[in-house]
């Protein structure tokens, strides 16, 4: 088929980090999990596993006309515990600041915003923050963010079964 008429994977997981900025590189690490995953025909038709630097201009386009965005990135939180993960729906959060949940300057706050102002947002958006010990330059994650990649991996599992499952009343929750 035609890459130009195919139609739009209904769930697209973004991972969003620099992977050379140590735990900020968690987003691509799940979305390389996801892909062995992927590989070994142990996730459904109808996903796609991308990576973005967390530019919000960017973000807009890989999850433009999906039915669901799936987005992984790491955050800082003070006082943080490496690891823990956190669920969001910011659709359900009409006061969702930017800056306050990606490690990046500009990022995944400013995209949610930007999205709403222009009317972009996908139909449902779940951002699954890990917060990170390490965001110096170097390559590896922290054992504790590390750790917490299955687990992360499992929750986004989930959340694709329930997306590719059928419409369901989405709620705004938060995991720790």
Known sequence: MN???APSPRVTVIGVGNEFRRDDGVGPAVVARLRER???GSLPAGVRLVCCDGEPGRLLGLWEGVETALVVDAAHAHPGRPGRIHRLEPAGYEAWQAGTASSH???????VGLARALDRLPRRLVVHAVEVADGSLG????????????????????????????????????SV
């Open 105 to 111: 300057g500009l990022g995944l706050g400013e995209a």
């Open 3 to 5: 890459p130009a008429t």
């Open 38 to 40: 992927a590989a070994r």
């Open 139 to 174: 390559t590896g994650l922290t054992p504790a963010v590390a750790a917490a990649v299955g687990p992360l991996m499992a929750r986004i599992e989930q959340d694709i079964a329930r997306c590719l499952a059928g419409p369901r009343g989405g709620r705004a929750t938060r």
